[in-house]
């Protein structure tokens, strides 16, 4: 496995859940030891795309999402507020192991296993699997910047990424942008 295939199929995924698991930290007393997921395979209504069990799917799912900026806004707001609460008391209860390399579906029954984390993502203006795909997307434009920025070809990274050349012009017109959305989301309660 080439090292950008292993970045795309471990670093992504695990950046992610540690991004989720660090807006959501606690867990419930009523959680039951050992749950796990074992969800069916379902389509984004963003883009059509099945995901099964993550890998390639999960990766071609979260590359041909068309980002917006009113979305990506609306992302941004979602994340800033969830790693400013306090989740150890509504934890989601539906989960309580997920692989090191979770799916989109995992993280999207992760996130809907909290009333207050669904209803924050809602309030928010996008839907639970709107909002990790967004996240699946924001974290691969972030190595496709990097890769084009060592003068890797579009096309190149497009394959290694799985990032459409569109999301790699969105990526490259609305940089500065997406830079302080992503630092101000990012920031950790005090």
């Known amino acids: 496995m080439t090292p950008m295939r292993h970045a795309t199929r471990t670093l992504i995924p695990r950046l992610v859940l540690a991004a989720a698991v660090t807006a959501c930290a606690g867990k419930s007393a009523d959680t ?70 979770p799916t989109i579906d995992q993280l999207e029954k992760y996130f809907d296993g909290s009333p207050q984390i669904r209803a924050m993502i809602s309030d928010g203006g996008l839907d639970v699997r709107d909002f990790v795909v967004i996240t699946n997307t924001m974290m691969q434009g972030g190595l496709a910047q990097y890769m084009l920025s060592e003068g890797t070809s579009p096309d190149s990274v497009a394959k290694a990424t799985k990032l459409s050349v569109a999301n790699q012009q969105f990526f490259k017109e609305h940089k500065a942008e997406l830079a302080q959305l992503q630092a101000a989301a990012m920031k950790k309660k005090s």
């Open 32 to 101: 039951p030891a050992g749950t796990s997921v074992n969800v069916p395979p379902t389509r984004s209504p963003s883009t059509g795309v099945a995901s099964t069990n993550g890998g390639d799917a999960d990766e071609r799912e979260s590359g041909e999402y068309t980002l917006t900026m009113d979305e990506v806004r609306k992302w941004a707001a979602i994340t800033a507020k969830m790693n400013a609460t306090d989740f150890s008391k509504s934890a989601p209860t539906n989960v309580t192991d997920m692989s090191d390399n």
